[in-house]
């Protein structure tokens, strides 16, 4: 009787023992399904945000980017669209006031996140005062240079009637238009004898695809940038100084290596830009030119990836 009775609590454990090593091996894989299905959760979050490009901050890109250079004759003018963001670098000379003005409208923009007047020239800033008269603006930049002219002054004017400050231009800083970004290169100096070397260059990424917009900047300031060793590759050059051979040097091209330049320029026009030089290291290079003379209005059009253009290329040939 002892026996047995000892025999029977060893044949429960004996049979209990595999039902809890069943459950202690359940328990495990639970843990171990839940640890995978975690792991999957987030590489599927992972897929799910590269189904976008993203440029070098890792931001994703939604959209195109949209760059107009308008067609305002021997001037600058320049409209730059991502989503529902808007900037306006120049407005061409007092006589394209209206045109500017009408052409933003007819792309549907009502506001303006960033208003630049490159340098305070007729031909980049004469019809800032309406388009700051008839846009809502959040910023406006303008380099820390006066002038006595009365295009000038009637930009002052304006900006004060609409009660707002003028930023001046801080090379390093960023700004973001949408998913773009753009950098402030120069001006690096307050006391260049040519006003045209105060002019605010910027570099603008948009996923893998980079502008750069020069005013007129000459070969002074192109050199000043280059000192400071910075990435400046850009996809789009817009050529400084209308073609001029005043800008455009030959260290600077290198450095940014574009694939295509656009060229603001008038026909026939009293400087003969653009110059023999400036189109000659365009071809040499073999950078596909786009200019306003001959092509009209020009949009280059980026998904962060590939650039397209609404005309065909424009000639190498100066006056």
Not at 38 to 67: C, H
Not at 167 to 196: C, F, M, R
Not at 299 to 312: H, L, M, V
């Amino acid at each position: 009787m002892k026996n047995k009775r000892l025999s029977n609590p060893l044949r429960i454990v004996i049979f209990l023992l595999p039902v809890f090593v069943f459950i202690i091996a359940l328990g495990s894989n639970v843990n171990n399904s839940s640890n995978n299905n975690s792991n999957t959760v987030t590489t599927g979050m992972n897929q799910s945000e590269n189904k976008g490009i993203t440029d070098n901050n890792n931001s994703k890109i939604a959209g195109n980017l949209k760059v107009h250079f308008i067609d305002v004759g021997q001037a600058d003018s320049i409209l730059i669209q991502q989503g529902d963001h808007n900037m306006l670098i120049d407005a061409g000379n007092n006589s394209d006031s209206d045109l500017v003005s009408n052409y933003l409208k007819n792309q549907g923009v009502s506001k303006l996140d960033y208003v630049i007047g490159t340098h305070p020239h007729e031909d980049h800033i004469g019809g800032l005062d309406v388009v700051v008269k008839n846009f809502s603006i959040d910023k406006i930049l303008l380099p820390k240079v006066t002038s006595t002219t009365t295009t000038f002054k009637d930009l002052v004017t304006s900006i004060n009637n609409k009660r707002m400050n003028i930023t001046t231009p801080k090379v390093g800083t960023s700004y973001n238009l949408g998913g773009a970004t753009w950098t402030i290169l120069a001006p690096n100096s307050n006391a260049y004898e040519d006003i045209n070397n105060h002019s605010i260059v910027i570099h603008l990424k948009y996923g893998n695809n980079s502008f750069m917009f020069t005013g007129d900047a000459e070969s002074i300031s192109e050199e000043e940038i280059l000192q400071k060793q910075l990435d400046i590759k850009s996809d789009v050059l817009k050529v400084g100084h209308h073609g001029s051979s005043s800008s455009t040097s030959n260290s600077f091209l290198n450095k940014v290596n574009p694939k295509y330049a656009i060229v603001s320029v008038g026909k026939d026009n009293d400087y003969g830009h653009p110059h023999k030089p400036t189109m000659e290291r365009l071809k040499s290079k073999r950078i596909t030119v786009y200019r306003t003379d001959e092509c009209g209005t020009i949009i280059a059009t980026s998904d962060g990836t590939t650039i397209t253009f609404n005309t065909k290329p424009g000639s190498y040939s100066y006056n």
